[in-house]
């Protein structure tokens, strides 16, 4: 079974809006962490944000937030106020800690493309 | 957080040929790990490089295929060989800064084979 689910290859937003990118995850390991990346063009990746299994609020980062749901496994993305330079690929990624030897699992990725 | 140059950034070769990949991390890291991103799809985990010991390679990667180097705790090397245009892919690195933040990654290496 798949790990990291994202069901939405692509995405449309209009600058200046919010948006929200959806991740799913499967875990039986009790203490895990839920990553997001950016992935640009230029094949880069870039880290944006983490979530701890045991962490009790949604973690944020400047206009990333991470709506995480332990009991409906989600770990959803949210982007605030879009811009242009937002355009990209976007991954959701797990590491399970007392399994998979630490190693992350990465979910299809997100093409998300902002309008102007 | 880590900084980890890698070397090179692009690269157009010809099928048959080798490749060499290096990564230079600007800390002292245990574990480094080397993906492959095939056109248009996710990351795959080629490899798990520790310092001393053979690389830990995953189902479907082999060593003859892409070796691995891990001389010290900052730098790697993976090497692509005999290729085939089915190898066109981008290749990273990328370590865990310890903790439970995400992993670091070079800027990659995009590969042709012609």
């Known amino acids: 079974a798949q790990k990291i689910t994202q069901t939405q290859p692509g995405m449309f937003v209009q600058e200046k809006e919010a948006v929200t990118l959806d991740c799913t995850y499967d875990t039986s390991d009790p203490s895990y962490g839920l990553f997001w990346y950016k992935q640009p063009s230029s094949g880069e990746m870039i880290f944006l944000i983490y979530q701890g299994s045991y962490d009790q609020q949604n973690a944020t980062e400047g206009r990333y937030s991470l709506n995480f749901q332990k009991a409906r496994k989600s770990a959803n993305l949210v982007i605030s106020a879009s811009q242009l330079g937002d355009s990209a690929m976007y991954f959701c990624?797990?590491?399970?800690?007392?399994?998979?030897?630490?190693?992350?699992?990465f979910g299809d990725g997100t093409t998300l493309t902002v309008k102007p | 957080s880590a900084v980890i140059s890698q070397k090179p950034s692009r690269d157009i070769c010809q099928r048959g040929t080798s490749l060499t990949i290096q990564c230079q991390v600007d800390s002292q890291v245990t574990m480094m790990f080397w993906y492959r991103q095939q056109p248009g799809q996710s990351l795959t985990l080629i490899a798990t490089?520790?310092?001393?010991?053979?690389?830990?390679?995953e189902s479907g990667f082999v060593i003859d295929k892409f070796p691995i180097s891990r001389p010290n705790l900052t730098f790697s090397t993976l090497t692509v060989s005999n290729m085939s245009p089915e190898d066109s892919s981008i290749y990273l690195c990328?370590?865990?800064?310890?903790?439970?933040?995400?992993?670091?990654f070079g800027s990659g290496t995009r590969l042709t084979v012609v």
């Open positions: 990328s370590v865990d800064p310890g903790g439970y933040g995400g992993y670091t």
């Open positions: 490089a520790n310092q001393g010991s053979e690389a830990t390679y």
């Open positions: 990624a797990m590491r399970e800690h007392n399994t998979n030897a630490g190693k992350s699992t």
